[in-house]
């Protein structure tokens, strides 16, 4: 198969866009896609470019100050009737126009047609983000070739509308558990009832007032929910286990310790057991290519509440944010679609924050 994304295609990140979602990249099934990004950024002489698996990465070696990272996954979710993509008006449907090949287009656009930026600039490009972390090309090359992911910042091209989303909530699960004694309801006074040991749980539940935490302008909403409980033996039997699960959306100004702290707090007195934890992860706007990228943006960052990848960048102790021109709220729906107009803001914008300091 030729190389569908030729020299004409790649200077236009709109139409780079729709040959990218016209590459079919179902998650496992990203080799073909892979095999043609990786072909454009072996024949840019001012990359050096390697692959681990369907991640493709490639990075300017220019000895710039700073080091940025652009990422974003090639594949996407299962087609639903929307393959090959549509263009009506200036909307482009199809599956992966927001979630994320819109992102990925304006990445590849750059790292074709922008020889000397203001920053050195490595480009990810990588498989699997949309299954089980294990496979995740992000969280491979972190343990195979951490070195591909040295640098002072990182932007993900996730879908945000255009909005700078910034850091990311961590989670917590847990069961808590309360304990009484089985007796036949008949004689129900020679047991003790765990359900209605229970009432105190949801008592505290009722009663929680979550925090709001603005940090670097960006503000996040904490909660703590039950989401599901389970207990009883029989009709006619003073049940002696409930169990009450619990999920807490906690902000990163605490780390997994403490949230867990937390929750033994409110908790304290019963029996707790985590069943899952995912730490969150600081904006980290106050690094100087940060700064210069949300100048470059002109508006205010927003939190993002759920748990992305972005996390993982976190955790090698680099800052990333999530900007991207898909609607997130498109993202794995049939109907899914992206603004042209948006990727074109995009790559205006990221054009004029990787050549402001050339
Ligand atoms: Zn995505």
Not at 14 to 24: A, C, G, Q, S, Y
């Amino acid at each position: 198969m030729a190389n569908p994304l030729t020299p004409d295609v790649l200077v236009d990140p709109v139409v780079l866009t729709r040959t990218l979602v016209d590459i079919e990249s179902v998650s496992r099934d990203e080799k073909v896609i892979a095999d043609c990004v990786e072909d454009v950024l072996r024949q840019s002489p001012h990359l050096h470019t390697e692959r681990y698996g369907n991640t493709v990465m490639a990075r300017t070696g220019l000895g710039r100050g700073q080091r940025v990272i652009l990422a974003g996954h090639l594949d996407t979710v299962p087609i639903n009737g929307n393959f090959p993509s549509t263009v009506v008006d200036d909307l482009i449907y199809g599956c992966g126009t927001s979630d994320m090949k819109s992102g990925v287009a304006l990445a590849l656009h750059l790292a074709a047609t922008l020889p000397e930026p203001g920053y050195d600039v490595t480009y990810l490009f990588y498989e699997a983000e949309e299954i089980e972390s294990q496979f995740n090309g992000l969280h491979l090359v972190a343990q195979e070739h951490p070195e591909w992911l040295r640098a002072d910042f990182a932007v993900l091209l996730e879908p945000t509308y255009g909005v700078v989303e910034a850091g990311c909530q961590g989670t917590l699960a847990a069961r808590i558990r309360t304990h009484g004694r089985r007796a036949h309801t008949a004689r129900a006074w020679r047991g003790v009832n765990a359900i209605h040991a229970a009432g105190e749980v949801l008592r505290r539940l009722a009663d929680y007032r979550p925090r709001t935490v603005t940090i670097d302008g960006c503000t996040y909403r904490e909660g703590l929910n039950a989401v599901r409980i389970v207990g009883g033996v029989a009709g006619n039997v003073v049940p002696d286990e409930c169990e009450v699960e619990v999920n807490l959306r906690f902000a990163p100004d605490r780390t997994e310790k403490q949230a867990l702290d937390h929750v033994h707090e409110v908790f304290a007195d019963f029996d707790i057991e985590v069943t899952d934890s995912a730490p969150g992860a600081l904006p980290g706007l106050g690094a100087a290519p940060a700064r210069e990228f949300l100048t470059a943006v002109g508006a205010e960052p927003a939190a993002k509440l759920g748990w992305t990848d972005v996390s993982r960048f976190a955790a090698l102790g680099i800052p990333a944010l999530n900007y991207g021109p898909g609607d997130p709220a498109l993202a794995h729906a049939p109907d899914e679609h992206v603004e042209i107009g948006k990727i074109r803001d995009g790559a205006a914008t990221l054009h004029r924050w990787l050549t402001a300091y050339e």
